[in-house]
């Protein structure tokens, strides 16, 4: 079976030799030594799991290296073996980037991992000889079982800055373990939803905020399966938005698309004697269409929302 250290790329090295030749690459002789092109910023630590496709790693792995790009990063990945009694593995993968200017370069490098899921001891020990030790850690967890998140609690995760996972991608709730500081935890998805969140707010702010708040009674967020995290963060934020927290009666629910819609995410918010706010993002579309009627006449606005790109995303939730 392809193990997804394989599938990275880079060099294969001793894990012992990894550090040693990473001094050696930036260091190289006055002429052409790397060194002032690279100013790592942080630690980044990708972490996967084991049900992580080739596919998945390779496409996580490239963003990161995006990241990277604007935000000069030493990153780790740690890769699980299939199969358990595994000796660990290394690789090693640096690029520099030519800038916009073409007067600028910027170099990262990537530390690659291969290790058995039981050696929780010597997965810590070698992360801590890797890290860049005098700069904050951020941990990117990608569909890591809960138990195994639970244990690193006290070791993996003892230093980091902050803690990242994608709630679409994630079999679990992944933001309700016993986290020991919550404030830490930080979900892609709702980085995501930053361009949703500032073009239907500016529209929502042109209405009268006790127009907004007058007979409403009920919430309701439809989503296709793998947007579900990003509807958990919508629902929140139309929640936080609109209800007072003393008001129990508003009716608010997450609702499952039918698998043959070409919709993607929506929300439908209903108030009494008839009148809605209904927001639609289709597949495939930066177009969405919302339609109200809190003035007595219903009036239809189509808005272009342009995504983050995956790296944008990153740096939305780490930094913001």
């Not at 239907?200 to 296709?224: A, T």
Request: hydrophobic letters at 40%; aromatic letters at 10%; proline letters at 5%.
């Amino acid at each position: 079976m392809t193990e997804l250290i394989d599938v990275l790329p880079g060099i294969e090295l001793p894990v012992g030799a990894v550090s040693e030749e990473l001094s050696k690459m930036w260091g190289g002789n006055k002429e052409n030594a790397l060194s002032e092109f690279r100013a790592s910023q942080m630690n980044l630590v990708l972490h996967f799991g084991r049900t992580v496709s080739s596919e998945s790693a390779k496409a996580r792995f490239e963003v990161a290296v995006r990241f990277a790009q604007r935000y000069p990063s030493r990153i780790i990945v740690l890769c699980p073996f299939s199969k358990d009694n595994q000796p660990m593995q290394a690789k090693l993968f640096s690029q520099c980037f030519i800038g916009d200017s073409h007067r600028e370069m910027c170099c990262c490098e990537a530390l690659i991992l291969g290790f058995s899921s039981e050696d929780n001891g010597f997965l810590f020990n070698q992360v801590s000889v890797w890290l860049e030790s005098d700069l904050p850690i951020y941990h990117w967890f990608s569909e890591v079982r809960a138990e195994r998140v639970v244990k690193y609690f006290d070791h993996l995760l003892k230093r980091v800055h902050r803690i990242l996972f994608d709630s679409n991608i994630e079999s679990y709730p992944i933001r309700d373990l016993p986290w020991p500081n919550s404030q830490k935890v930080v979900d892609l998805a709702r980085a995501r939803l930053l361009p949703i969140r500032q073009a239907i707010g500016q529209y929502l702010s042109g209405i009268p905020f006790e127009l907004l708040r007058k007979e409403l009674c009920v919430i309701n967020v439809h989503f296709v399966p793998k947007r579900k995290g990003d509807a958990f963060h919508l629902m929140q934020w139309l929640e936080y938005g609109l209800k007072s927290i003393e008001d129990t009666s508003i009716d608010s629910k997450l609702i499952e698309l039918k698998p043959n819609s070409n919709k993607s995410l929506c929300f439908e918010i209903q108030y009494g004697h008839g009148q809605f706010i209904h927001w639609t993002q289709f597949e495939d579309s930066s177009i969405s269409h919302l339609t109200q009627n809190l003035g007595g006449i219903e009036k239809k606005l189509s808005i272009q929302i342009k995504p983050l790109l995956p790296e944008q995303e990153l740096s939305e939730a780490f930094y913001f």
